[in-house]
T-cell receptor, first 115, second 113 residues
Framework: KAGVTQTPRYLIKTRGQQVTLSCSPI?????VSWYQQTPGQGLQFLFE???????NKGNFPGRFSGRQFSNSRSEMNVSTLELGDSALYLC??????????????FGEGSRLTVL | GNSVTQMEGPVTLSEEAFLTINCTYT??????LFWYVQYPGEGLQLLLK?????DKGSNKGFEATYRKETTSFHLEKGSVQVSDSAVYFC????????????FGEGTQLTVNP
């Protein structure tokens, strides 16, 4: 079956702009979580959505937001972009979002460059 | 809070060498532990996991044992291949944290023929 699909794969924005990234989870998976990957900070958890509700949130400013639709597809939005937002944004899906019995399936990521 | 510390990289080995990547963790409860691997240009893939003390996770010749007394989850492989070249991440999750993984810094492994 198809894996986790993220779009766009690459994008370039300028400071102050906003960006929306999309994630389509594996069919049947109801949990979608987002991670930011940078050389300096590594992999950091942004948030998780389950059945259209945000279930968990990391320590990121309010400029970072997300949502999940009824078909489990998710989007994340970053407003008023800063240079430090340049990163690989990874989306991961899981069946129920409980890692003790399952696993996260990651997409290939959306690479955002802020100029 | 939770944290994961991995040995500093990068690590360069010759084919068929023995691999160890150290991982230690700090957690408030009884976490599950994972090793994820990221091949060039790809997303992360789960390599192996262990959900309780003394469990051993294994996959593709890689092994790691959950050691509660030393709060460690070291990754080992007896004979690495060129195709094992990738970045390896140790991670943990608490039972109540849903899909929230806490990752280590990652260790770049390069295997030369």
């Amino acid at each position: 079956k198809a894996g986790v699909t993220q779009t766009p794969r690459y994008l370039i924005k300028t400071r102050g702009q906003q960006v929306t990234l999309s994630c389509s989870p594996i069919s049947g998976h109801r949990s979608v979580s987002w991670y930011q990957q940078t050389p300096g900070q590594g992999l950091q958890f942004l948030f998780e959505y389950f059945s259209e509700t945000q279930r968990n949130k990391g320590n990121f400013p309010g400029r970072f937001s997300g949502r999940q639709f009824s078909n489990s597809r998710s989007e994340m939005n970053v407003s008023t972009l800063e240079l430090g937002d340049s990163a690989l944004y990874l989306c991961a899906s899981s069946l129920l979002g409980t890692l003790n019995t399952g696993e996260l399936f990651f997409g290939e990521g959306s690479r955002l460059t802020v100029l | 809070g939770n944290s994961v510390t991995q040995m500093e990289g990068p690590v360069t080995l010759s084919e068929e060498a023995f691999l160890t990547i150290n991982c230690t963790y700090t957690a408030t409860g009884y976490p599950s532990l994972f090793w994820y691997v990221q091949y060039p240009g790809e997303g992360l893939q789960l390599l192996l996991k262990a959900t309780k003390a003394d469990d051993k996770g294994s996959n593709k010749g890689f092994e790691a044992t959950y050691r509660k007394e030393t709060t460690s989850f070291h990754l080992e492989k007896g004979s690495v291949q060129v195709s094992d070249s990738a970045v390896y991440f140790c991670a943990l999750s608490e039972q109540t944290s849903g899909s929230r993984l806490t990752f280590g810094e990652g260790t770049q492994l390069t295997v030369n023929p």
